[in-house]
């Protein structure tokens, strides 16, 4: 085996070419055997192993720095630099992070879970390095579905304008996480088809110069490519052709289902891990009921669709009411408000860690201009992804404080089509709504009239002892409400308050007649929250609250348990701190 004698990526170098095909041949195994035992990005890794092999053959990371969008594609950069027994051995998988991580590695530069980023960071690094006189290459790479990003173009522009080294490795592979939608890919398909002559060329025409590798997973024709740009005076990309999910037949067959995955099967492709119907399922039912007679409706997604359950099948059932964006979170809100301007029915959905990317285009394009967009905000949960590239904690600050957004929080399946059914009857408010992580049944009935906003449902009465059970953390709240009858006799009031985005004042007055203390639950953080405002309501008043949130900080990959446990929100932590308050 080579790759036990690869200690680190200096190793590489004394390699010739079919020791270097083999050692790839090598890390596509163990890359296959982690991913299906352990999950993670199985289509970015098994189609960039070759390049990552040529880029750290030719150039000397860490002098030379290396900046990886998303960082979907770094495991074998993580193998070639003293990671690879959190690759080779399962009880070393935790180790690493599935994105760069500068805490693990002097050759990873930057924390990268979000998209088309990187060539703006390389700038910064290009600029840092030239007002400082020195030398090194810096390299950014940058997929094909991540240039459709705004950022992404940004970058470039300033690639060009900057005019020093700088080299963009765009690894075409054809797809984004599904296929790729926008204009630009008309471009990148005609340069793959003419061998990288096509007189129309969208890197040029950004002022940047210009190499083709039609086989990106030829580490022969990636060294000789690379070697020519090693060193350069001026920014160049180096456009290479690879092949998603490369050296595994069901990856490369069915490239969006390998995307990212949990663990699965091998020998059949089969995923461990089976999912009832959930929220992203109960949307595209909707959308597909409603376009049957309102021509207007229209589903949005930027590069997600399966957050919205539109598979390729449903896709192509939805036609025309379905639009893919890119990867551009900020054009879908901007695209949603102008479709609700013209008396189009758009719905966006969009996970939570990538609508803090559209905060301009909410409050500047959609807020102000109070155009009833509806919005979706999937996986906004304490419990939801927990790397912390993808937390999903901070919508509630980000989204409740802006002007004219209707914030809702269903805590149901029947609750969450009631409010959808709402957000598309209503013309007066851009609404967004948060949608549980945890699919939960009530068989309850919900009135789809939320026209009176920031009206509260007390759903039981009591006394003593208020809960605002918000959304996801409803059935918490339940849970702490039982407990507080069962342990110390006290038959709490719980109150399901629906509206993220303000107070019912009258209910929150009437509860100081037979209240001492009120509690809120949020599945989010505490600062700008939701427990804030009921906090600041009662402010001059004797009632005592305590808000149950998360604090604000960065954790990574954290245990859901202790993580709650460190931020009192057990049942038993929370019955503690509210009787010792009463």
């Given at each position: ?525 505490l600062d700008g929250g939701f427990g804030e405002k009921i906090s600041r309501y009662y402010g001059n008043s004797d009632m005592k609250v305590l808000n149950f949130g998360a604090k604000k900080e ?29």
């Amino acid at each position: 085996m080579y790759l036990e004698k690869i200690s680190t990526n200096n190793d590489l170098k004394s390699l010739s070419t079919d020791e270097l095909n083999s050692l790839s041949d090598e890390i596509r195994h163990y890359l296959l055997k982690k991913l299906s035992e352990h999950g993670g990005h199985i289509g970015p890794n098994l189609g960039f192993v070759e390049p990552t092999i040529a880029l750290h053959y030719v150039f000397n990371s860490p002098s030379d720095k290396f900046v990886f969008d998303v960082s979907h594609q770094s495991y074998t950069h993580k193998i070639l630099t003293g990671r690879k027994e959190a690759f080779m051995f399962p009880d070393k998988y935790d180790d690493v992070s599935g994105y760069t991580e500068p805490s693990e590695s002097a050759h990873d530069f930057f924390t990268i879970g979000h998209t088309s980023t990187s060539v703006s960071l390389a700038c910064g690094l290009a600029k840092a390095r030239d007002v400082k006189g020195d030398k090194e290459n810096i390299i950014a790479v940058i997929g094909d579905g991540s240039l459709s990003g705004g950022e992404a173009f940004e970058g470039l522009n300033n690639a060009a304008e900057l005019g020093t080294n700088m080299i963009i490795i765009v690894n075409d592979n054809q797809m984004s996480i599904a296929e790729n939608a926008g204009g630009m890919y008309r471009n990148l398909k005609e340069l793959r088809d003419s061998n990288g002559n096509a007189p129309c060329n969208f890197f040029k025409a950004m002022g940047l110069d210009y190499r083709y590798v039609a086989d990106g997973n030829n580490i022969t024709d990636l060294i000789k490519a690379l070697n020519e740009v090693k060193d350069c005076a001026h920014p160049v990309v180096v456009h290479i052709n690879t092949l998603k999910g490369k050296g595994y037949a069901p990856a490369e067959a069915h490239k969006e289902a390998y995307h990212w995955g949990f663990p699965f099967d091998i020998a059949t492709g089969e995923s461990k891990v089976k999912f009832d119907d959930d929220y992203s399922d109960f949307f595209a039912n909707f959308i597909l009921d409603k376009i049957k007679t309102d021509p207007a409706v229209v589903a949005i997604t930027s590069a997600t669709p399966i957050i919205i359950g539109f598979t390729p099948e449903l896709r192509k059932l939805a036609g025309k009411h379905f639009v893919d964006v890119g990867i551009a979170e900020e054009h879908a809100v901007a695209f949603a408000s102008g479709i609700a301007k013209n008396g189009g029915k758009p719905f966006y959905g969009v996970y939570s860690t990538f609508i803090q990317r559209a905060y301009d285009q909410l409050s500047q394009d959609l807020a102000i201009n109070n155009n009833p967009a509806v919005i979706n905000v999937f996986m906004g949960s304490l419990a939801g992804m927990t790397d912390v590239t993808h937390l999903g904690f901070f919508d509630i600050p980000l989204i409740s404080n802006i002007p004219n957004i209707v914030y809702l929080a269903p805590t149901c399946k029947e609750e969450y089509l009631a409010m959808l059914e709402w957000s598309y009857l209503q013309n007066s408010h851009p609404v967004v709504i948060r949608v549980p992580s945890n699919v939960v049944i009530s068989g309850k009935t919900f009135d789809t009239d939320y026209n009176i906003l920031n009206k509260y449902q007390i759903d039981r009465n009591g006394s003593k002892i208020a809960i605002l059970a918000l959304g996801g953390f409803y059935q918490l709240g339940e849970t702490v409400a039982d407990a507080l009858k069962e342990n110390h006799g006290i038959d709490a009031t719980l109150i399901n308050p629906r509206f993220i985005t303000g107070t019912d004042n009258e209910m929150l007055e009437m509860l100081k007649a037979n209240h001492s203390v009120v509690i809120t639950l949020e599945d989010g953080v505490l600062d700008g929250g939701f427990g804030e405002k009921i906090s600041r309501y009662y402010g001059n008043s004797d009632m005592k609250v305590l808000n149950f949130g998360a604090k604000k900080e960065f954790v990574d990959r954290f245990d859901v348990n202790k993580f709650f446990a460190d931020n009192h929100l057990t049942v038993p932590q929370i019955v503690a701190d509210t009787i010792q308050l009463l």
